[in-house]
């Protein structure tokens, strides 16, 4: 009950320093310079981008845990036969590192939908913003709605999808290629060369357990992704807003010193 609640107050308060941080940027910004970054994008920081690293940061402290199962588990499983080991360290890193090219292409389609979630935005602010005029002109109306809302949240859902379909081939490539591992252990090694029972039903019921860790990795990776997505994200406007509110001081200041 405590780490959980300690979680809430901590993944809580993120979102709340993040806000105001990001907040007292824009107040302290020219007006110019937020007409052209646009309203629609300040919105998507403020809400949709800090919610996804406060879900990213609740995640954090379990992904931590699971790790440290994995390594204390490898750990075991050097001990009990390095040969076997390496066997099965080699077949875990083409698991890692295929998964991770995987992941790497998910990224991109990823961050691709993160793009049209600011154009989203801008539609929806459109929306509650100029309801009146739309409501007037009927072809305009639908215009807005077939040409430009439709096709903008069409091309986040096409871009969100496919990143997310990536992210679960590399999880599930990921489970077979472990599968893969615990059916050459039990079947083909003892083929191949002579290996004590003891060891090998070791290494059978550790990784048997080390499979709930693993999948539980794998299954955070997409939150992960769209967290890190999303502080980009937050830190390119925030060093946006911090430069034009600098640039703003030393105007302000060189003309006060020529007064």
Not at 28 to 51: F, P, W
Not at 68 to 81: H, K, M, Q, T
Not at 83 to 88: K, N, R, S, Y
Not at 197 to 202: D, E, K, N, V
Request: include cysteine.
């Amino acid at each position: 009950i405590i780490s959980q609640v300690s979680l809430i107050h901590l993944s809580q308060g993120a979102i709340f320093e993040l806000q105001i941080r990001l907040s007292r940027k824009i107040l302290s910004s020219s007006l110019r310079h937020l007409e052209e970054l646009g309203a629609s994008r300040l919105l998507a920081a403020l809400t949709d981008d800090i919610q996804s690293v406060s879900g990213a940061i609740f995640v954090i402290p379990f992904l931590c845990i699971d790790i440290a199962i994995v390594i204390g588990c490898l750990i075991y499983l050097s001990w009990l036969s390095w040969p076997v080991f390496l066997v099965m360290l080699g077949f875990l890193v083409v698991a890692v590192f295929s998964a991770q090219f995987l992941i790497s292409k998910g990224d991109r389609f990823i961050a691709l939908g993160r793009e049209q979630q600011d154009r989203l935005f801008k539609h929806f602010g459109a929306i509650t913003e100029g309801i009146k005029e739309l409501k007037l002109h009927q072809k305009r109306r639908q215009a807005f709605l077939s040409q430009e809302l439709q096709s903008t949240a069409a091309a986040r859902r096409r871009y969100r999808a496919a990143g997310l379909n990536i992210f679960a081939i590399a999880t599930n490539w990921g489970q077979f290629l472990f599968f893969f591992t615990i059916g050459l252990l039990l079947f083909g090694l003892p083929q191949l060369t002579a290996i004590n029972a003891s060891i090998l039903s070791g290494y059978i019921l550790t990784m048997t357990y080390l499979m709930l860790p693993l999948r539980s990795i794998l299954e955070m990776l997409p939150n992960l992704s769209t967290a890190s997505v999303a502080l980009n994200k937050i830190e390119a406007l925030g060093l946006s807003l911090a430069s034009q509110s600098e640039e703003s001081s030393t105007v302000k200041n060189d003309l006060n010193s020529s007064w």
